[in-house]
């Protein structure tokens, strides 16, 4: 059993707690809740920050309560926005809450005596009417108080709007209701949800006279300081939709030397000690290391399936001794996988059924310019197709070359790569 409090320690993964929190989840079994607000279509590695704290708080023999946003994402909290949230649709926060769920049941135990709960907080409002909020939500906190938050503080000279204001409210009553409901304790969350869990803690001791604390993380940064993208092509999303397996394969393969340390601490299941060995191991490896990490973390949020998929792909595009057998033996999606990773072009069926001349090939497709540049780079030993050495400039590909009666991959030295599809 984990001592949750001394594990976010050694893992760096500690920012902040209230007073007498790590006496109290070192001496018993407690619930702690994190909130998710569905304003995205799938959750994205930030929120996967905030699900190992939830996993580790949970293998620390503590009870882990997953709150889905289906209330406060319709609001949209202000934290670390420089403007006003544009508002997502219904329809839109429903499908996105619909699909987190089953992303979060993954990554979680939900069977056993410390079984991992998930609530949505719009079950705490929908039957609730405006007079009967400000009375007994509004009423609790002072504008004072809540405005001394940076939250609000930030947002003042740009501009705030009530609906955003009154979002510090939601989470804070959120909180004191997973409180009377669950008697859950602590709320844990990112640094710049401090403010907001400390509200939720003042909300539960001045109308439930009870005690509840707070636990955050560093955000998650990039050693050079900046954040991950929030467009569809800058974040690390955990839909392979959305970043195929191969992709966040190759997002922690090429990490920067400099984000190993942190992201082995905050994503590796792994205990301190083999941590530690294995940075000792490859102190002069560190692209061993991130390869170890890679694998651990594809595996365990797509699948071992997918995984297997991702290192096969990678060794094809980038190992210097993939052989023929490596390329032969891919899958239909792990071919079309390379196909979006590496320049293309398409060829009509019937060329390759009637047979074509390699150097017509090269040339047809754009590898070489001319026909007579395709035979110097045959001649310098520098083509081969489907990682084997073509040798001579009178060589034919057929149809029986094509790769499940469709893919041909080409290359021009070592690292320029192209596959041909036969339309």
């Known amino acids: 059993m984990l001592n949750f409090i001394e594990e976010l320690r050694w893992r760096n993964m500690l920012h902040d707690m209230t007073p007498g929190a790590d006496e109290l989840l070192a001496a018993k079994k407690v619930v702690g809740y994190i909130g998710f607000d569905p304003t995205a279509p799938s959750m994205t590695i930030g929120n996967y920050v905030q699900i190992m704290l939830l996993r580790l708080f949970q293998l620390s023999g503590h009870t882990p309560i997953v709150l889905m946003g289906g209330a406060t994402g319709r609001i949209g909290d202000p934290s670390g926005k420089e403007k006003e949230r544009e508002l997502k649709s219904y329809d839109e926060l429903d499908n996105n809450l619909a699909f987190q769920k089953e992303q979060v049941r993954k990554f979680l135990d939900f069977e056993g005596p410390n079984a991992a709960v998930i609530v949505n907080n719009l079950d705490f409002y929908k039957n609730m009417n405006v007079l009967d909020f400000l009375r007994d939500v509004g009423k609790t906190l002072t504008v004072n108080y809540m405005m001394s938050k940076d939250s609000v503080k930030n947002r003042l000279e740009t501009g705030l709007s009530f609906t955003?204001?009154?979002y510090q409210l939601l989470q804070s009553y959120d909180f004191q209701v997973l409180y009377e409901k669950y008697n859950c304790v602590i709320q844990m969350g990112g640094?710049?949800?401090?403010?907001?869990?400390?509200?939720?803690t003042e909300f539960i001791r001045r109308n439930t006279e009870g005690k509840a604390y707070a636990v955050t993380t560093p955000l998650l940064v990039k050693a050079d300081g900046t954040k991950f993208g929030k467009s569809e092509q800058g974040n690390i999303w955990l839909d392979p939709k959305m970043t195929s397996p191969y992709r966040f394969y190759q997002f922690w393969l090429n990490a920067d030397d400099a984000d190993l340390p942190k992201y082995l601490r905050y994503f590796s299941l792994r205990s301190k000690a083999d941590v530690e060995a294995l940075e000792a191991q490859y102190i002069s490896d560190p692209r061993g290391l991130k390869a170890i990490l890679a694998e651990e973390l594809t595996r365990r949020v797509h699948s071992d399936e997918a995984c297997e998929s991702a290192m096969a792909v990678s060794n094809v595009l980038f190992a210097k001794d993939a052989s023929p057998e490596s390329i032969r033996n891919m899958s239909v999606l792990e071919l079309l996988t390379i196909s979006e990773e590496i320049p293309g072009a398409e060829i009509s069926a019937g060329q390759f059924a009637e047979g074509i001349n390699i150097t017509e090939l090269l040339a047809l497709a754009g590898i070489t310019s001319s026909r007579s540049l395709a035979r110097q780079a045959i001649q310098g030993n520098a083509i081969s197709v489907n990682k084997i050495r073509?040798?001579?400039?009178?060589?034919?590909?057929?149809?029986?070359?094509?790769?499940?009666?469709?893919?041909?991959?080409?290359?021009?030295?070592?690292?320029?790569?192209?596959?041909?599809?036969?339309?």
């Not at 640094?191 to 939720?200: A, E, H, P, Y």
């Open 191 to 200: 640094s710049d949800q401090w403010g907001n869990i400390t509200s939720g």
């Open 390 to 423: 073509i040798t001579t400039h009178e060589h034919h590909i057929t149809t029986g070359d094509l790769l499940h009666g469709k893919y041909l991959m080409v290359e021009n030295g070592r690292k320029n790569k192209y596959m041909i599809t036969a339309g």
């Open 164 to 166: 955003e204001f009154s």
